[in-house]
Structure formats: C-alpha cells, structure tokens
C-alpha cells in the first residue's frame, strides 16, 4: 500500500510543519516579552576639531573631530533573554548645519556583544570611525547630540532597536585647533 519512501516523507513533512509552528510561536512570544531598557549616559570626555586628511588616495585636508567618551548603561535585561543571539551597539551623532539647515547623522563609534560576554557596559573609548562634515569645515555646527542606540539580534523573530544611552545634552562643537 505506502512504500517505505512514502511514510518517511509523511513523517518528515509533519516535523517540519511542527517545528516552523514552534518557531513562529518562539519568535511571537519573544517580541510581544520584549524587555525594556533603562537610558543610561554618555559622557563626551574630550571633542576636538583638527585638520587632517582621511585615509584614501588624493584626499585634501578638511576639518576631522575626534572625541573620547565614557559610557555607562546596563543590558543585561537584552542579554538575559533566552532568543537573544547578539547585540550590536552603535555611538551616533545627530547635527544640523546651520547656514544650510541640512540633518546628518553619523556613526562614531560600534560593537558586537555576543550573549556570553559582559553585560553591564563601562568603557571609556574614542571614536573608531572618522568624523567629518561633508562641507570640509564644523564652523557651521553649533552642537551635536550623542546617542547610543541598539539592535537586538535573536535566534529567531524580528530584530528590534532602541536607545541604550543617551549624552546629558547637546555637545558643543569646539573651534579648530590651530597647530
């Protein structure tokens, strides 16, 4: 009646059935119990504007910022989760120019935390990416607004992302060192 082939493809259609059920439930669950995160702080130690040339061939000398940073901000609640694979935090800095009102946002600063590493985040680090304004100069820049966010990788589901820590306030720009 049913060969041997038959049965087996039968019985691993309806695991694989079964076990997608499972997983859709998995990710289901994990979104909907999303744990919340407490805004913790960034603190700009040292912002200064110089001028140097970026890495690449034929690069003129504009204006470059560089900054140290201290943060503090707990993730153990994202990292306790049982569908949290890794975390990916990022540093950012939200400006305006203000001769020609245009936004830009810029990443500083990032780093992948796997679930089996630290949890509670105090580092003090400078930026790992060049910070530079498209025009070449900051002297158009009054402040900018520093902001650590993250995104939450799990096993399974939906990534989600929010704000981990953010600066006390808008960061002035400082005037160009003149060496």
């Known amino acids: 009646m049913y060969s041997t082939l038959q049965r087996l493809n039968h019985i691993s259609s309806l695991a694989t059935t079964y076990v997608m059920i499972l997983l859709g439930l998995i990710s289901i669950a994990s979104f ?19 001028k140097g040339r970026l890495r690449r061939w034929g690069a003129r000398q504009e ?37 020609t009102g245009h936004a830009h946002e810029v990443v500083l ?14 580092a003090e680090v400078k930026n790992k990416y060049q910070w530079r304004n498209p025009s070449g100069t900051f002297k158009d820049v009054e402040y900018a607004n520093m902001t ?11 990534l989600s992302s929010g704000v981990a820590a953010t600066a006390q306030g808008p960061v002035t720009i400082p005037e160009l060192i003149k060496r």
Request: glycine share 2%; no cysteine; hydrophobic share 45%.
């Open 148 to 158: 650590l966010h993250y995104s939450l990788m799990p096993y399974v589901g939906i």
């Open 32 to 50: 909907l119990s999303l744990p919340s995160v407490d805004v913790g702080k960034v603190e700009i130690k040292d912002l200064i504007v110089s």
């Open 63 to 99: 204006e470059l910022a560089s900054l140290k940073f201290d943060l503090r901000t707990d993730l153990n609640p994202l990292l306790n989760s049982y569908n949290t694979k890794q975390l990916f935090i990022y540093l950012t800095a939200a400006y305006e120019v203000q001769s």
């Open 109 to 122: 600063w990032d780093r992948i935390i796997q679930r089996a590493e630290i949890r509670d985040i105090r």
